[in-house]
């Protein structure tokens, strides 16, 4: 965790953790993390059956039908994203990589099958999120937008504008078409 000093009523230097303020997480991970166990856990057993069913089934080949599905496990398996003032983290299963989002340097879309947004701050941080992690929780997307525009008020942010002005249509129109749902408009 980042520090920094600040300095108290009496003149004196006190050590502050980060900014308070209330954390969001994505409240559909635990959800996606039980279907990644249930899809790995399907895809073991229905290899270990069918290779039992042909006689086939050894020590080897159930090491190999785990370690399958264990990978397939590792694939699913989310990004658990959270967001705080002035802080994002992404937390995988091997690493957790966490940015000041109130000192971005660059946003921008990565290139590849699945769309991310990729952040870097001021310290040299990268992180990379799903985008529809940010349309699923508004919470989380209110507390990013809000560092980001702190972001483009202190200058730091160089690139990137376009790609969160993309973000916050797409929130915008997911937005919109859930409030007509719901109003039965739609």
């Known amino acids: 965790m980042e520090r920094r000093f600040t300095q108290s009523a009496t003149g004196a230097d006190t050590t502050a953790s980060e900014p308070p303020g209330p954390l969001a997480r994505d409240i559909h991970w635990a959800g996606e993390r039980r279907s990644a166990i249930g899809i790995a856990s399907l895809l073991w057993s229905a290899l270990l059956v069918l290779d039992a069913g042909v006689g086939r089934l050894d020590a080897t080949r159930g090491a190999l039908w785990t370690g399958l599905a264990v990978l397939v496990f590792v694939i699913l398996l989310p990004a658990r994203v959270s967001v705080g003032p002035g802080l994002l983290s992404a937390r995988g299963l091997l690493a957790e990589h966490t940015i000041r989002t109130d000192s971005l340097v660059s946003v921008k879309w990565s290139d590849g099958v699945a769309q991310r947004l990729v952040l870097h701050d001021t310290a040299g941080n990268r992180a990379e999120i799903d985008p529809t992690v940010l349309i699923r929780n508004p919470a989380m997307w209110h507390r ?13 942010l160089r690139y990137g504008v376009t790609a969160l002005g993309e973000l916050a249509e797409r929130i915008d129109r997911e937005t919109a078409l859930t409030v007509f749902k719901a109003s039965g408009l739609h």
């Open 144 to 156: 990013l937008d809000t560092d980001t525009r702190t972001s483009i008020q202190r200058g730091t």
